[in-house]
């Protein structure tokens, strides 16, 4: 396809926070023109009633939400060359193979397609592994898949906290001679902003009770983004891994900040992980901190970027890997949008905003 082409997109789920994020960043794109809006509890309504930042814009905020029916994907076809989908898990599979049929691309932001594996799929979600479709499907983060996602028809897009615990880890890990850090005993501690949980009010993410505290969930590997960064991890080093990861909600409304603790292999350093990291990352949407400055979610907020820093703590001989980004923009739809770039030969940023919004 041509470098100016526009392809017309569709956005399933576009009143929650990661559609009504993707509508945001759809709308800036240079080659993307948002041509469907679907929603189940708003639909009916205009888009600008739905997300109030649209109101105004010509084209954009008159668009009416319509309710998602997968009978109706030929129909769709004929409007969209392109579908972004924000449903639940178990929706996807099917949807997704009725749009595939029809010829669309699908960008999925459920964790329908990122298990490969139906034995590690299966107890963490409930429901049957896609199979076949999961398979099919390329995972959507460009820094570790990029020479699979030229052409790709279905993308799966990574899950917030798995992404903030890859971009750091990955490099340190690549060759198992070379690897900087013991494949053992990796822990990972997140804290993220409460859009994480969605825009349907509940008492975990309700004001009161969310903005003066701070709390840990799904603990003891109870949290269903593990085997999602264990495939990848094992993946990358050549080797079975297991991590324990601990997420926190903390209250801030958008913002993912991981930190990742490994034990160093002898001679590790500071500067051999930066190195390890730039490396890797030349040209794409990583920025890998001076020695010594630490991330912080505020430097991302509304940016598809990720900081990334490191220390190692010599007394006890853990590498701290750390990440910042926002989840709702890295962490989901911003990133949904970098693997289709690159799925379409486009440069990794196009349309993307790099500059986060400070203070």
Same mark, same amino acid.
């Given at each position: ?17 990661? +559609? /009504?994020? =993707? ?5 800036? %794109?240079?080659?993307? @023109? $948002? ?6 509890? #708003? ?107 030229? +052409? /790709?028809? =279905? ?5 917030? %906290?798995?992404?903030? @615990? $890859? ?6 890990? #690549? ?107 030349? +040209? ?13 979610? $505020? ?61």
């Amino acid at each position: 396809m041509a470098r100016d082409a526009s392809l017309r997109v569709g956005i399933v789920g576009a009143a929650g926070y990661t +559609g /009504a994020e =993707l509508v945001r960043l759809v709308h800036g %794109h240079p080659n993307l @023109a $948002l041509s469907y809006v679907a929603a189940r509890e #708003r639909a009916g309504q205009k888009l600008d009633q739905a997300v109030p930042s649209t109101a105004g814009i010509e084209g954009l905020g008159e668009l009416v939400l319509e309710t998602f029916d997968v009978a109706r994907a030929s129909e769709l076809s004929r409007c969209c060359d392109v579908m972004f989908l924000g449903l639940p898990h178990e929706a996807s599979a099917s949807a997704a193979e009725a749009l595939l049929a029809a010829g669309l691309v699908v960008v999925d932001l459920s964790a329908a397609f990122r298990l490969k594996d139906p034995l590690a799929y299966e107890p963490w979600y409930g429901h049957r592994h896609a199979g076949a479709l999961a398979n099919q499907a390329v995972y959507g983060l460009p820094e570790l898949h990029r020479e699979e996602l030229p +052409g /790709a028809k =279905l993308i799966a897009t990574p899950g917030c %906290h798995v992404t903030s @615990a $890859l971009l750091p880890l990955v490099p340190l890990l #690549r060759g198992a001679s070379d690897a900087l850090i013991e494949h053992d005993g990796i822990v990972i501690d997140t804290k993220t902003g409460v859009s994480g949980a969605g825009r349907t009010p509940s008492a975990f993410n309700h004001f009161s009770e969310a903005a003066e505290g701070a709390r840990p969930y799904k603990v003891a590997g109870a949290h269903r983004h593990t085997p999602e960064i264990e495939q990848e991890l094992s993946r990358v080093a050549g080797a079975s891994l297991r991590v324990l990861l601990t997420p926190h909600l903390v209250p801030m409304t958008r913002g993912l900040l991981a930190t990742c603790y490994a034990r160093a292999r002898a001679g590790t350093t500071v500067a051999a992980c930066r190195e390890a990291a730039l490396s890797f990352y030349r +040209g794409g949407l990583v920025t890998i901190l001076d020695e010594g400055r630490l991330p912080d979610t $505020l430097f991302v907020r509304g940016s598809a970027r990720a900081h990334v820093a490191y220390a190692i703590d010599e007394r006890t001989g853990f590498v701290l890997a750390m990440c910042a980004i926002d989840n709702l923009a890295r962490g989901a739809s911003a990133e949904a949008i970098q693997a289709l770039n690159v799925s379409m030969g486009w440069p990794d940023g196009l349309g993307l905003p790099q500059v986060g919004i400070f203070p």
